[in-house]
């Protein structure tokens, strides 16, 4: 479909590129008689540029120019489409390959349900079945209503302990939690898994039964508690009001969430405000609200992040984190291309060896809706 519509609009052939789950690299998606591509990095490729920053990058080549597209489904990134033609495409054509790469985007999203060729070009390792598991829960890594943008990312890809995120946007009101279930390691890292799965479940079941916040919260500690009484699970839930900007937040002894105005820290939300699941009936939880302001980003994540330890034993630490935060924001990027490169940092950190999951939410607030989303 791919090679076909390309020479309807004028060039000589199209390859599409799918993005690992590490999002490293970009691999071709195999077809019949498609031209042989090898895999391809996203850092330092023209390429990788497209899909870093979610915009079409052009090129001249040894045999005519490419073009580079993104892959997005909103503003979730699958991978790029290569675009082969004898001279430069127009920017007149540009905006008709971007709506075609569109168009195969929701078709690739589409097969991948019922086949398994999409996922197997994504999975560049052995996916342990905790993994298997807690991955298949998740919801998109990136969803935008034009009044905010979700991001979020979960490394290890391949082997996962008991962290999770979850968002769901109903209305004027996001929802958005993060889980760290302990237990990290203890058989396979299943226990945690299982954990954190029925903290996923218990909390879409309120939210799409209405409930607020603290109900929200009892909901979950209660079926957590009814399963494994011994079980703990530290988390963020919050609401965000995306006519207002208010956000309501509660911490169960869960690392602080961030919120940067203008590449700043405005605010370091206070934690915790609740117990961790499964102690939620021996303190009332405390909701805590800060108001956004257009263009704020908040930055939610788990212990692994400032836990992470460099060779030498140094913990990567609250104020590295706000400093790469800060550069990253200063720079522009797009939101979800902060999120990865965040992620990747603290890898790079402790040479890729995590001690434990990191992973991180991060929401950034647009404008104000003037109604129902």
Same mark, same amino acid.
């Given at each position: 479909?791919?090679?076909?519509a390309?020479?309807?609009?004028?060039?000589?052939?199209?390859?599409?590129?799918?993005?690992?789950?590490?999002?490293?690299?970009?691999?071709?998606?195999?077809?019949?008689?498609?031209?042989?591509?090898?895999?391809?990095?996203?850092?330092?490729?023209?390429?990788?540029?497209?899909?870093?920053?979610?915009?079409?990058?052009?090129?001249?080549?040894?045999?005519?120019?490419?073009?580079?597209?993104?892959?997005?489904?909103?503003?979730?990134?699958?991978?790029?489409?290569?675009?082969?033609?004898?001279?430069?495409?127009?920017?007149?054509?540009?905006?008709?390959?971007?709506?075609?790469?569109?168009?195969?985007?929701?078709?690739?999203?589409?097969?991948?349900?019922?086949?398994?060729?999409?996922?197997?070009?994504?999975?560049?390792?052995?996916?342990?079945?905790?993994?298997?598991?807690?991955?298949?829960?998740?919801?998109?890594?990136?969803?935008?209503?034009?009044?905010?943008?979700?991001?979020?990312?979960?490394?290890?890809?391949?082997?996962?302990?008991?962290?999770?995120?979850?968002?769901?946007?109903?209305?004027?009101?996001a /929802?958005?939690?993060?889980?760290?279930?302990?237990?990290?390691?203890?058989?396979?890292?299943?226990?945690?898994?299982?954990?954190?799965?029925?903290?996923?479940?218990?909390?879409?079941?309120?939210?799409?039964?209405?409930?607020?916040?603290?109900?929200?919260?009892?909901?979950?500690?209660?079926?957590?508690?009814?399963?494994?009484?011994?079980?703990?699970?530290?988390?963020?839930?919050?609401?965000?009001?995306?006519?207002?900007?208010?956000?309501r937040?509660?911490?169960?002894? /869960?690392?602080?969430?961030?919120?940067?105005?203008?590449?700043?820290?405005?605010?370091?939300?206070?934690?915790?405000?609740?117990?961790?699941?499964?102690?939620g009936?021996?303190?009332?939880p405390?909701?805590?609200?800060?108001t956004?302001?257009?263009?704020?980003?908040?930055?939610?994540?788990?212990?692994?992040?400032?836990?992470?330890?460099s060779?030498?034993?140094?913990?990567?630490?609250?104020?590295?984190?706000?400093?790469?935060?800060?550069?990253?924001?200063?720079?522009?990027?797009?939101?979800?291309?902060?999120?990865?490169?965040?992620?990747?940092?603290?890898?790079?950190y402790?040479?890729?060896?995590?001690?434990?999951?990191?992973?991180?939410?991060?929401?950034?607030?647009l404008?104000?809706?003037?109604? /129902?989303?």
């Amino acid at each position: 479909m791919a090679r076909w519509a390309a020479r309807q609009l004028g060039a000589d052939d199209m390859v599409l590129y799918l993005a690992d789950h590490e999002q490293r690299q970009l691999h071709p998606l195999p077809g019949p008689d498609a031209p042989r591509r090898e895999s391809l990095t996203i850092e330092g490729t023209l390429a990788g540029r497209a899909f870093s920053m979610l915009r079409p990058v052009g090129g001249p080549v040894d045999d005519g120019a490419r073009l580079w597209l993104p892959l997005l489904n909103g503003p979730e990134r699958m991978g790029v489409a290569e675009v082969i033609a004898t001279a430069a495409v127009p920017d007149s054509a540009v905006t008709t390959f971007e709506a075609v790469a569109a168009l195969l985007t929701e078709m690739v999203l589409t097969r991948s349900h019922y086949s398994d060729t999409i996922e197997q070009v994504r999975r560049q390792a052995p996916m342990r079945l905790p993994a298997e598991m807690l991955r298949a829960q998740l919801p998109p890594l990136t969803f935008s209503t034009g009044n905010l943008i979700i991001s979020g990312i979960l490394e290890p890809c391949y082997d996962v302990g008991g962290d999770a995120f979850d968002y769901a946007v109903n209305g004027d009101i996001a /929802h958005l939690a993060l889980f760290d279930a302990v237990g990290h390691g203890s058989g396979g890292g299943m226990r945690a898994v299982i954990l954190a799965s029925l903290a996923l479940a218990a909390y879409r079941n309120a939210r799409r039964g209405g409930f607020d916040l603290v109900e929200t919260y009892h909901h979950i500690d209660n079926a957590v508690r009814d399963h494994d009484r011994r079980g703990l699970i530290t988390g963020v839930l919050a609401e965000l009001d995306q006519r207002s900007g208010r956000l309501r937040v509660i911490s169960a002894g /869960h690392p602080s969430g961030l919120v940067l105005r203008r590449a700043k820290v405005a605010t370091i939300l206070p934690t915790p405000t609740a117990l961790p699941v499964t102690l939620g009936d021996r303190r009332p939880p405390v909701v805590v609200e800060e108001t956004l302001e257009p263009g704020d980003d908040v930055l939610f994540y788990t212990d692994g992040i400032i836990e992470a330890r460099s060779a030498n034993g140094e913990p990567f630490g609250t104020e590295r984190l706000v400093d790469f935060t800060v550069r990253a924001l200063a720079d522009r990027l797009p939101l979800p291309e902060t999120a990865r490169r965040l992620v990747h940092a603290i890898l790079a950190y402790q040479d890729d060896q995590l001690q434990d999951d990191a992973t991180v939410l991060m929401v950034r607030f647009l404008e104000p809706t003037t109604g /129902h989303g």
